[in-house]
């Protein structure tokens, strides 16, 4: 069965660092590109980063320069760090797998982790 | 401001159909696969559709997905209480070189 659980959220000081996981079962992390997605309170979807099967990463504008996607595959964890965070980065963190029989698109999602910036 | 365009609501009766549509331009829409998601409130997003018209395993074929230039639509037939929920597009914009997502919509079944 296909699980994708995060963790690591939690209330962070703005300026401050922050790194969520998300531990995948089921499949193995490095043969699926994998996202993370983010929701604001009250606010619709919005993409954050993806990590592709080759290592290739690709990240909003919003974040670009802040966050660092990555993986390990011995832990089939994915990772996404957060850096100089923003009262705007205060969101459900969602981590999301590719569907491999297209280019984009997820088929399974975990049930996210709070991450709330503020002093 | 999304990249991608939905009307933030629609509404039709139990049993009725609606279309949910999604506009967008030729870096995204128009050039790459478009998916659909469903949120039911205080869940994560499920997909619905991919590759603009197919369906994953275990989705019901009352759900159905076009795309005719840079516009996609999301069509539900046979509507149930159920289907309360929100809906989002999502594709990949290549000039953004990012993910992108439309602003969602509003389903209520009346």
């Known amino acids: 069965e296909v699980q994708l659980v995060e963790s690591g959220g939690g209330l962070i000081q703005p300026g401050g660092s922050l790194r969520v996981s998300c531990v995948v079962s089921?499949?193995?992390?490095?043969?699926?590109?994998m996202s993370w997605v983010r929701q604001a309170p009250g606010k619709g979807l919005e993409w954050v980063s993806v990590?592709?099967?080759?290592?290739?990463?690709y990240y909003a504008d919003s974040v670009k320069g802040r966050f660092t996607i990555s993986r390990d595959n011995s832990k089939n964890t994915l990772f996404l760090q957060m850096n100089s965070l923003r009262a705007e980065d205060t969101a459900v963190y969602y981590c999301?797998?590719?569907?491999?029989?297209?280019?984009?698109?997820?088929?399974?999602w975990g049930r996210g982790t709070l991450v709330t910036v503020s002093s | 401001q999304s990249v991608l365009t939905q009307p933030p609501s629609v509404s039709a009766a139990p049993g009725q159909k609606v279309t949910i549509s999604c506009s967008g331009s030729g870096s995204n829409i128009g050039n790459n696969y478009v998916s659909w998601y469903q949120q039911l409130p205080g869940t994560a997003p499920q997909l619905l559709i991919y590759?603009?018209?197919k369906r994953p395993s275990g989705i019901p074929d009352r759900f159905s997905g076009s795309k005719s230039g840079t516009s996609a639509t999301l069509g539900i037939t046979g509507l149930q209480t159920g289907d309360e929920a929100d809906y989002y597009c999502g594709t990949w914009d290549s000039s953004l070189s990012a993910g992108i997502f439309g602003g969602g919509t509003k389903l209520t079944v009346l």
């Open positions: 990590l592709y099967r080759g290592g290739d990463t």
């Open positions: 999301a797998r590719g569907l491999v029989a297209t280019v984009w698109g997820f088929d399974y």
């Open positions: 590759d603009n018209n």
């Open positions: 089921g499949f193995t992390v490095s043969s699926n590109y």
